[in-house]
């Protein structure tokens, strides 16, 4: 039973029979084919016999391995390596059929390679996932032919593999690795212009081409007899939240990504910077009621904490209660905090219900509200309107993005910072809005 689980036919072998079959036809008018047709049953039934030999003499000739992370990064590419091994003292052609998770909605994965004797062949696929969860792996599936490609044996291996779809660990380690080079201009990062002097004393150090003739300290500089400079830090270990709003307002998917998604990649790579910069970084999600707190701390190891927390998010569809945020802030945060709100709204009256809250939150806080453009909106406005149809679809398009615009004028008008970004763009804006209150002393 295991062996004919296990045998499938090559399409030579029918292509073998076809022409044996039609010079069976043919033999009616020519009788000398007759013989013809009976050597072929024969010689390929010998060819038949000596590929089994040849695939199934040995018993474990393919060794094959999927070799899968702990985690993969939701929304990123993610590599899935895979390794095989031809113990076969002959050339072999592979079919690799992979049996990838259910999330995918992939069923047509296939991947064709040919193998020397004793030969390894490594090679690897991307996969983006776009839900945090479990996904399960089925069956790695190789399938063996000879040069005689009249069968294939097929192997199976590592069966219900799973590995856990974590907020974007990629794109923290992308904006880790170039705030620490210093190459965070290169995706968009802003170089801040720091207003005024928010800087505590580091120590007095030798001065070198490039620093500045303001920080000279003259009086250093006369007892060494040569120049010496006071060195500044930025100001540290500043408490600073964000305020994830789990509605169903942050259930609209763009690019396949929900907005909290979005979002939550998002706190995962500012948290970093933010604890890279020195300063306390906490959480918190809300819709209906307080889903999970996180209160602000400096420590490096916190990350996994809110890594951990943050891949228990989900969205539910409830209108949120501001007035809830507003009554936990007051009580759970009492220090002055950098709050960072993921929201959206898509009417100005429905930002307008929840204003006195937003004010009220903002009195005692520096609270950035993060709003979502819709850019499917811009392709209805860019197309051109040929028909009455367009026409009002065009306007309406145009209506909804004033509308957006409107609401962070509505917010600036009583103090409240905003952030009107696409949803691609979300990291960068953050952490560019977080640099720019940083450097001009805000908090």
Not at 213 to 227: D, G
Not at 349 to 355: D, F, G, I, T, V
Not at 407 to 417: A, F, N, S, T
Request: a positive charge; charged letters at 20%; proline letters at 3%.
């Amino acid at each position: 039973m295991k062996f004919l689980k296990s045998l499938y036919i090559n399409k030579q072998l029918y292509i073998y029979l076809a022409v044996t079959s039609v010079c069976f036809l043919l033999s009616f008018w020519l009788p000398v084919l007759f013989s013809v047709a009976w050597m072929l049953v024969v010689l390929i039934s010998v060819v038949l016999c000596i590929d089994l030999l040849l695939l199934y003499q040995p018993k474990n000739a393919i060794n094959a391995r999927r070799i899968l992370p702990d985690k993969f990064s939701n929304s990123d590419n993610n590599p899935v390596p895979i390794t095989i091994t031809n113990k076969y003292n002959f050339k072999t052609y592979l079919d690799i059929i992979d049996e990838l998770p259910v999330q995918f909605q992939k069923r047509d994965f296939s991947y064709k390679t040919t193998l020397n004797p004793n030969q390894n062949h490594d090679f690897d696929y991307l996969v983006r996932p776009v839900d945090r969860g479990e996904y399960y792996f089925g069956h790695l599936n190789v399938f063996v032919s000879s040069t005689l490609k009249i069968i294939k044996r097929k192997y199976q291996f590592q069966n219900e593999q799973m590995v856990m779809v974590y907020p974007s660990i990629i794109q923290m380690q992308k904006y880790d690795f170039m705030a620490i080079s210093n190459a965070l201009t290169e995706v968009g990062l802003k170089k801040i212009r720091r207003l005024g002097n928010t800087s505590e004393f580091e120590q007095i150090k030798d001065y070198v081409n490039g620093d500045d003739f303001r920080t000279v300290n003259w009086k250093a500089t006369a007892k060494r007899a040569q120049l010496m400079v006071n060195q500044y830090q930025d100001e540290k270990s500043q408490p600073i939240y964000s305020i994830i709003d789990t509605g169903r307002v942050m259930k609209m998917p763009f690019n396949g990504l929900k907005l909290i998604d979005y979002a939550i990649n998002s706190t995962l790579a500012f948290s970093n910077v933010a604890l890279k910069k020195h300063d306390k970084v906490g959480m918190l999600s809300f819709s209906k009621k307080i889903e999970s707190f996180l209160p602000a701390i400096h420590k490096l190891t916190y990350l996994n904490r809110i890594l951990e927390n943050l891949y228990n998010i989900d969205t539910q569809f409830t209108d949120s209660d501001f007035g809830l945020l507003y009554a936990q802030l007051k009580r759970k945060v009492t220090h002055r905090s950098l709050l960072l709100l993921y929201t959206n709204f898509e009417h100005l009256s429905a930002l307008k219900r929840q204003l006195p809250y937003l004010q009220a939150i903002s009195k005692k806080h520096m609270l950035v509200v993060v709003l979502f453009e819709n850019t499917e909106l811009d392709l209805i406005i860019k197309a051109n309107a040929e028909d009455l149809q367009s026409i009002y679809h065009k306007t309406v398009a145009e209506k909804f993005a004033y509308e957006k615009r409107l609401m962070v004028k509505e917010l600036q008008k009583y103090g409240i910072q905003a952030i009107l970004t696409p949803p691609e763009k979300l990291t960068i804006n953050t952490i560019n809005k977080y640099l720019e209150i940083k450097a001009r002393g805000l908090l």
